[in-house]
Structure formats: C-alpha cells, structure tokens
C-alpha cells in the first residue's frame, strides 16, 4: 500500500486491517494518515507497530492519541519516537504510561517533554525513571516539579541528573530531598551546589552527606548553610573539612556550633577559623578546643576572644598557650583571666605578658601567682600594677618578689602597700627599691 492509498482509506476500513498488515506497512505510506486516521488505529494495531514505523511518525498523528492508545505501545516504540513527537504527547496520555514504558524513553527524549508533562507524571511514574533517565532531565524540568514528586525520584535518577539541572533547585526543593536522596548525590554534584541549595539543607541532610561529598562543597555553599543545620555536622565530618571551607564559616554561623564540633577541629581547622567566628562562639565551644587547636590559633584570633570566652579557657588550655599568643594578649582577655588559668601559666608566658595584660589582671586572678610565677615577672610588668592590684597580693607573694622586680616598684605603689606587706619585702628586694619609691613612703 503507498500513502495515497491508505490515505483514502476510511476510518472504518482502517481499523479492519489486521496487526500483521499494519507492521507491514511502509514508513512513506504511514506517514500519509491524517491525525483522524491515524488516531482510529485501535490499541492492537498501535501495539503491532514497529520501532521503524514508531520513528517516522509525526507530531501530528500522535499528539492526539489517548491514554489508551499511548499506553499500548511497546516501551521499545515509544523509545524510538522522535523528541518532537515525545514533547507533543497530551498529559492525559502520558497517564496511562508504565513504569516499563517510561524506562524505555532515551535520557534525550525525557529532556524534551514539557514543564508541564513533567509536572503531570505521578509519583509513581517518576519513582520508576532510572539513571538513563535521569541523566536526561534539564533544570527547568526539575524547577517544575513539587517536593512531593521530586523526593519520590530515585536515588539512581536523582545521581544521575547533570550539575546544571540540580542546581535549577530552589532552596526549598532541595531541603525536601530524602536523606538517601542526598547520600547518593555524587562527588561532582556535591561540588557543583549553589548558595541556593545549601541554603535549603537541614540538619539531617547535611549530617547524610558522606564526607567525600562534604569537602567537595564550594565555599559559597558552606556560607549559605544555615547554623540549624551545621549542628547536623557529625564529628568525623568536621574533621574532615577543608580549611577553606571553615575560613568560610559566617560570624552567623559561629553560634550554631556546638562543643562536639569544636572539639573535633584540627589544629589546621581551627587556625582557619576567622575573627569574627571566633568572637562569637559559645563558651563550651571555646572549651572544648583540643590543646593542640589552641596552640595553633592566631594572635588575631587569640585577641578576638572576649574576656568571658578567655575565661571559658581550660587550665590544659591556657597552658598551651604558646609565648607569641601570650605576649599578644590584650587587656580584654587578661580581665577575663581567673586565679587557675594564671596559675597555669608558664614562668615563659608570664614573663611575655605586655604591661597593658598584667594591669588589668583582676585582684582574683593575681592570688594564681605563686613564687615561680611572681619572680617570673619583669620589673617592668611589676611597675605596671596598679596600686589596687599591689595591695590584693598577700604578704607570701609580696615576699617572693626579688630585686628584678622590687626595682619596677613606683612610689605610688610603694606608698600604698600595707606594713605587713612591707615587712615581707626581702632585703634583697628593699635594696633594689629606687630612690624615688623610697621617698614615697
């Protein structure tokens, strides 16, 4: 039969040929049926079609098709359609697909159909497209979809989506993936998230990402993260952080971590840590830095501190403290400084605090000093007490003063000294003593 005849051929005389006649027909001879012809075809012939016919079809004889009809093609003929063709079937048709069916379109075909063919497919038709599949849907596709059809893709489809397309996801589009929807996310998805989508990510996500995944998240997506979610972080995860991605870390971000997070950054994390982040965490957070975090921190970062977070500090802790981090000490975290934390101090650190740190240590701290300490003590850093300071040292602290720092002693802070604590300078000490802080007695 050529085309001009089965063109002339009714509905009704169409409908009698049988399967075997209809899969025998040329491609030139079908593509001569009008819509209306070709959309008489009963079930049983569409079904008997092969995948040669199924790829010389036009838009026009298929968009119209129902449910019915579309469904009673071979998963093999619908895999042959033409992109064009795929992209014209009505979203009452694509109904009545299977989950066979919808496996045998090419990742090519399903990039052609419609936001609004999307849109249209179930839970259950989407749930059945596979990594092909997947691989095959644009951003504007997956922009389309509900949360509800998006977490019912799977985990193989949602894999295999390109870069691009996931990050087409709004941030409440992907804060709505499953959890195992979010650890088969691939290295390079990871690495391809927006400010948008990590955005998006819960505390329950962000603890599901494998940690190879992890570090692969641009610095962008690390500052977008929420602090509810970053305290999803488990402990093996914030070690494995990049210092790159923990210098990203937002003062916004800085009170959302907890203690079980700090505790498990690396001396190289910890160090990455910013200013800002480190003026803002919370005060277990600060103590539960290892001794080795500690060591490693700036001098800027160490001065960030404010005097309740220094006080925060373990005497372990303070007594890592290196004498570079020592001699940058500033008054604010030497206020903050307690009697153990002073007492943990090494005779080096105490001999690096600047004037400014010794002045403002509290009456209470200063009763730390004990004789190492207090002969570790410069003249200078003696002459920089105030006489408040020199009157809260107890008769035993002022006798262990030695003529190094007897002779730092000004006559104001000489005059204001007690009998007792006169009497308990050394002769050593009284020798030193200057001339003009004689005179002040």
């Known amino acids: 039969l050529r085309s001009a005849q089965l063109s002339a051929l009714s509905t009704d005389s169409l ?11 040329t491609t030139g001879a079908l593509r001569g049926l009008s819509a209306a012809q070709f959309g008489s075809l009963t079930t049983d012939q569409l079904q008997s079609l092969t995948t040669g016919q199924a790829a010389s079809l ?26 064009t063709v795929v992209a014209s079937l009505g979203t009452a048709a694509l109904a009545g697909l ?40 644009k951003a504007t596709q997956l922009s389309a979809l509900s949360t509800t059809s998006l977490q019912a893709l799977s985990t193989d489809a949602l894999g295999a989506v390109s870069t691009d397309a996931l990050r087409g996801l709004s941030s409440t589009q992907f804060g709505s993936l ?27 996500q962000l603890g599901a990402l494998e940690t190879a995944d992890l570090v ?27 210092t790159a991605q923990v210098a990203a870390l937002t003062t916004a971000q800085a009170a959302g971590l907890t203690e079980d997070q700090t505790a498990n950054l690396t001396s190289v994390g910890a160090r ?37 977070q220094f006080g925060s500090l373990t005497t372990d802790q303070v007594a890592a403290l ?6 940058a000490l500033g008054s604010l975290q030497a206020r903050g400084l307690t009697s153990e934390q002073v007492g943990a101090l090494s005779t080096d650190n105490v001999a690096q605090l600047s004037t400014t740190a010794v002045s403002a240590l509290s009456a209470g701290a200063l009763e730390g000093l004990d004789e190492e300490r207090a002969q570790a003590l410069s003249s200078t850093q003696v002459g920089a007490l105030t006489t408040e300071q020199l009157t809260a040292l107890t008769t035993e ?45």
């Open 15 to 25: 409908q009698a040929l049988g399967t075997q006649a209809v899969s025998a027909l």
């Open 58 to 83: 036009v838009t026009a004889q298929v968009s119209g098709l129902s449910s019915a009809q579309v469904d009673s093609l071979e998963s093999q003929d619908l895999g042959s359609l033409s992109t």
């Open 98 to 137: 299977d989950d066979g069916q919808l496996g045998g379109l090419t990742s090519t075909q399903v990039g052609s159909l419609t936001t609004q063919q999307i849109q249209s497919l179930t839970t259950d038709q989407l749930a059945g497209l596979g990594s092909d599949e997947g691989a095959g849907l």
């Open 178 to 204: 499953t959890t195992e929807q979010v650890v088969a996310l691939t290295t390079g998805q990871a690495r391809a998230l927006g400010a948008a989508q990590a955005r998006g990510l819960t505390s329950e």
């Open 216 to 242: 692969q998240l641009g610095t962008a997506a690390v500052a977008a993260l929420s602090s509810g979610s970053l305290v999803g972080l488990a402990s093996e995860q914030v070690s494995a952080l990049l």
């Open 272 to 308: 990455a840590l910013s200013t800002g982040v480190m003026s803002l965490l919370g005060t277990a957070a600060v103590a539960a830095l290892t001794t080795e975090a500690v060591a490693a921190l700036g001098t800027a970062q160490v001065n960030a501190l404010s005097s309740t």
């Open 322 to 327: 290196t004498t570079g981090q020592a001699r």
């Open 397 to 441: 602290q002022v006798a262990t003063l030695g003529s190094d720092e007897a002779a730092g002693l000004r006559s104001a802070q000489l005059s204001a000294l007690s009998t007792d604590s006169l009497q308990a300078l050394g002769t050593q000490a009284v020798s030193a003593l200057t001339t003009g802080a004689l005179r002040g007695l």
